[in-house]
T-cell receptor, first 115, second 113 residues
């Protein structure tokens, strides 16, 4: 089946630094990937839609200069949290689209802690 | 923005009992999907039901969809302790060739021995 690998699974960084999270589709190509954010015991909030070879589409309220998304190939999308602050601490999850009326395939998420 | 509301928010049952979770949404959909999430992990797809379908089964899972009421339900029969997880419904809207999902608030299911 379709496997999505997300790395790292956990990261702790200091306030003001940047963190890059990678999302790879291992055995299929993903033109579109989605990035979600999840707070403890809450649902997933869509942050942005990442399209291979073009600019990401951000949801309302998501700062595109803070959450940089790059989808340079059909198997890799990256999310960079720039100048991280403690309020950016959260669980970030990527998913890859395999077409209409098909389920999304999710990575295992990245727990980001900003100190 | 959050599309779906799920109820109950939390459900505690004993092993062997059935668990029913409900999901309501607000706008038109192309399909509705149910996912499971173990604590601190990614999501696992359970069932996808298209907007023109009314019921779907997969093993111990049964999903219904009522587009006139904009609601869906997930039934897990003969629950097991391993079913303990959070369950989310997600409504799909097509964007180009992709499918954009909006997740519900989730139900935390606890199955005790």
């Amino acid at each position: 089946g379709a496997v999505v690998s997300q790395h790292p699974s956990r990261v702790i960084c200091k306030s003001g630094t940047s963190v890059k999270i990678e999302c790879r589709s291992l055995d299929f190509q993903a033109t579109t990937m989605f990035w979600y954010r999840q707070f403890p015991k809450q649902s997933l909030m869509l942050m942005a839609t990442s399209n291979e070879g073009s600019k990401a589409t951000y949801e309302q309220g998501v700062e595109k200069d803070k959450f940089l998304i790059n989808h340079a190939s059909l198997t890799l999308s990256t999310l960079t949290v720039t100048s991280a602050h403690p309020e950016d601490s959260s669980f970030y999850i990527c998913s890859a689209d395999t077409g209409r009326n098909s389920p999304l395939h999710f990575g295992n998420g990245t727990r980001l802690t900003v100190t | 923005s959050q599309q779906g509301e799920e109820d109950p928010q939390a459900l505690s049952i004993q092993e062997g009992e059935n668990a029913t979770m409900n999901c309501s949404y607000k706008t038109s959909i192309n399909n509705l999907q149910w996912y499971r999430q173990n604590s601190g992990r990614g999501l696992v797809h359970l069932i996808l039901i298209r907007s023109n379908e009314r019921e779907k089964h997969s093993g111990r899972l049964r999903v219904t969809l009522d587009t006139s009421k904009k609601s869906s339900s997930l039934l897990i029969t003969a629950s097991r302790a391993a079913d303990t997880a959070s369950y989310f419904c997600a409504t799909a809207a097509f964007t180009g060739t992709a499918s954009k999902l909006t997740f519900g608030t989730g139900t935390r299911l606890q199955v005790t021995l």
